[in-house]
DNA sequence: CTCATATATCGATGTCCATCGATATATGAG
DNA sequence: CTCATATATCGATGGACATCGATATATGAG
């Protein structure tokens, strides 16, 4: 059988193991974008630092030094690209990591090899 | 003594570990950008396929559909990131991967300890 | 119900950047 | 030297997006 380029995941195909056709570049690029904004990275940061591991929106509005409507902008930027996953506590919005998720892209980064390869 | 919050590496201090500084936040963002794009992240899949490990610009422009202002501007941005090298044969540019600098970043995604902590 | 609070959305604005044609620079051939 | 080719830089342009104040929506208290 052909080697499928496209994979059965919306994200990652390495880039290492063969050529990046453009819809998987564009992608991961999306991946990578949501990531790569100092912003979003602290946001990711906090939650990763919190002691049950998900933070309530109204304790990332201040060590990030944004207006709430920006924070409130980089969190579902965050959620849409599924770095993180929101929950509905009352009246609290609660964030936490979809750390599959990162580490797939990071594995789309270095591994040399397709998902499901041999060898 | 007490935990260095900023590496001596310009790159990049892991998010997992403890919350990010701004400075810190800005520099693995910045690291984030240069691979945040479709097509450069196209560039590097080609060289990363290259026989030798290192392709020569002028096999780049075709492959991408970008014209060779843009992939010249493009394979600038990488050099400057660390993304990749830059050497020059004759008239012809050649660039290979920096592997180190592109799994590091992904080191700052994913480990949950700071570079060189124990356990 | 009303009110307060938490979060999301809207609209506007300024900035960054991908893109390209044109041009400059660099490198080697003859 | 001149010429051809490879690559980089310049300047302009269009689009994407980070940011915020204002406002809308949601959720619970009383």
Redesign the interface.
């Known amino acids: 059988m052909f080697f499928m380029s496209v994979s059965t995941q919306p994200c990652c195909v390495p880039?290492?193991a063969?050529?990046?056709s453009?819809p998987d570049?564009?992608r991961?690029?999306d991946a990578?974008?949501s990531?790569?904004?100092?912003?979003r990275?602290?946001l990711?940061?906090?939650i990763?630092?919190s002691d049950s591991g998900s933070a309530c929106a109204c304790d990332l509005t201040t060590?990030t030094g944004k207006s709430q409507a920006t924070v409130s902008h980089h969190l579902s930027q965050l959620v849409k690209a599924g770095i993180i996953k929101r929950e509905q506590r009352g009246k609290w919005a609660f964030f936490s990591l979809d750390t599959e998720r990162?580490?797939s892209?990071?594995a789309a980064?270095?591994s040399r090899t397709a998902v499901g390869d041999p060898a």
Not at 35 to 39: N, R, S
């Open positions: 880039l290492m063969a050529p990046l453009e570049a564009e991961l690029a990578l974008k990531l790569a904004d100092p912003v990275l602290r990711v940061s906090l990763a630092a060590p990162i580490e892209v990071c980064l270095t």
